[in-house]
């Protein structure tokens, strides 16, 4: 549980935590998040969350908040704050607070900022992980700029409760090709018949996943064979394997898709040590 939220400047109690109605994040779902997994305290893949922190700000022509430098020390202290020691940091920074029209506020106003951070139980993520998870699929009906981490997360949300009513933990969005694009809250792989390890490429339009990345850094160091190459449903169906990676689920095997058993429908050997291998990783990296 959250305990503590830094809010616009201060650390005021979760409860208590509030922005203004008027903020554009709230009225118009202008901003931006991140999600950084927490390791022993400490935050997972950071320099890759931050890269793309900024980039998405600058995509939105937000101003940056506060140096990366200064960032860091506010994440660090809602870890700290929050007592959690395994867990997730969430940033929202929205265009800020100003009278409801769709065109930036003239002159511009500061960003609102909101940290909030979490502890996760691993050893409970660690069971789900190793008796596999499932996922259905959704038709892609997201905007064009799924590049940026926009907090405009509707169709996810939509996307994430389908899965919950079909008994699945995540949702699988696939474009009108057929392809899988991304998950709601997650990128997506398979380990397809040949024995290759297959993910849409960035071209596409999906999230480019900071876990996505460093998996690929993983996988080239094991030497595995990988394509960043769009796969069908059928194809995913036909797999070895298929796992999902993100902040929030670090590398977790999927076992069925759409009710339709992955492989042997057990969690697979590569998943299985991809998922170790990155949180090795990633455990060593965190600052
Ligand atoms: N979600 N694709 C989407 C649509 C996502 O929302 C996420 C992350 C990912 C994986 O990105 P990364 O590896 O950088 O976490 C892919 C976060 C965890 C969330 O919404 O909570």
Redesign the pocket.
């Known amino acids: 549980m959250s305990r503590f939220a830094y809010v616009n400047g201060r650390f005021v109690r979760h409860g208590e935590a509030a922005v203004h109605i008027e903020d554009r994040g709230y009225q118009l779902a202008d901003g931006v ?1 991140e ?1 950084w997994a927490v390791f022993d305290g400490k935050l997972g ?1 950071a320099a ?2 931050f890269a ?1 922190l900024w980039r998405s700000l600058d995509e939105l022509r937000i101003a940056h908040p506060m140096s990366e430098k200064a960032l860091t020390v506010v994440l660090r202290e809602a870890i700290r704050r929050n007592r959690v020691r395994e867990g ?1 940091v ?1 940033l929202q920074i929205s265009r800020g607070v100003a009278p409801r029209d769709h065109a930036f506020p003239n002159p511009a106003v500061p960003p609102s900022v909101v940290i909030t951070a979490k502890s996760v139980d691993r050893a409970a993520a660690d069971a789900k992980a190793a008796k596999g998870q499932s996922v259905v699929t959704v038709p892609e009906n997201r905007w064009g700029r ?1 590049d940026i ?1 926009s907090i405009g ?1 509707l169709p ?1 949300a939509l996307a994430k409760q389908a899965a919950r009513e079909r008994g699945a933990i995540e949702a699988w969005f696939v474009d009108d090709l057929g392809l899988v694009t ?6 997506a792989w398979i380990v397809d018949a040949e024995g290759r390890l297959r993910t849409r490429d960035t071209q596409a339009n ?2 480019r ?4 990345s460093s998996l690929l850094s993983v996988i080239a160091e094991a030497g595995l064979p990988v394509a960043e190459q769009p796969f069908t449903v059928e194809e995913a169906k036909a797999a070895r394997e298929a796992f999902i ?4 689920s670090l590398v977790l095997p999927i076992v069925a898709i759409d009710g339709a058993p992955v492989g042997d429908g057990a969690p697979g050997p590569v998943a299985t040590r991809l998922r170790r291998l990155y949180i090795e990783r990633a455990k060593a990296t965190a600052i």
């Not at 990676?245 to 929030?248: E, I, P, W």
């Open positions: 998040y999600v893949d890759g969350h793309r997730l969430y799924c981490k997360l996810n991304e998950g709601a809250s997650s990128n999906i999230l996943g900071i876990t996505r990676t993100g902040a929030g």
